[in-house]
């Protein structure tokens, strides 16, 4: 019913950029937020980024200053530009989507950040 497609994710050097881009289709209603999560072994699904409908933000401390996250309402994408990339910034990036407090994921896409 509800389907979230990521693109952008690849391997780029140390203080380099990348754009995730994830595109929602399907049944979707009262969408709350749309945004970007992260996980790496041993570690928790950690918060990147969030964009609300009303158009605020949120980010993750690690992040703030190195992340946009922004969106195009028209086409149901949001995206995610990653700026001064990290080593630790490697991880898999799932889009997420919540509507009526239900959570909606995509894949995956990796993001490998090379030192």
């Known amino acids: 019913q509800v389907q979230l497609v990521e693109s952008g994710g690849g391997l780029v050097q140390a203080g380099g950029s990348l754009r995730l881009s994830c595109a929602a289709s399907?049944?979707?209603?009262?969408?709350?937020?749309m945004g970007w999560y992260r996980q790496v072994p041993g570690k928790q699904r950690e918060l990147v980024a969030r964009?609300?409908?009303?158009?605020?933000?949120t980010y993750g401390d690690s992040v703030k200053g190195r992340f946009t996250i922004s969106r195009d309402n028209a086409k149901n994408t949001v995206y995610l530009q990653m700026n001064s990339l990290k080593p630790e910034d490697t991880a898999v990036y799932y889009c997420?989507?919540?509507?009526?407090?239900?959570?909606?994921w995509g894949q995956g896409t990796q993001v490998t950040v090379s030192s």
């Open positions: 964009i609300f409908t009303i158009g605020s933000t």
């Open positions: 997420n989507l919540q509507a009526w407090s239900l959570d909606y």
């Open positions: 399907g049944n979707i209603f009262a969408i709350n937020a």
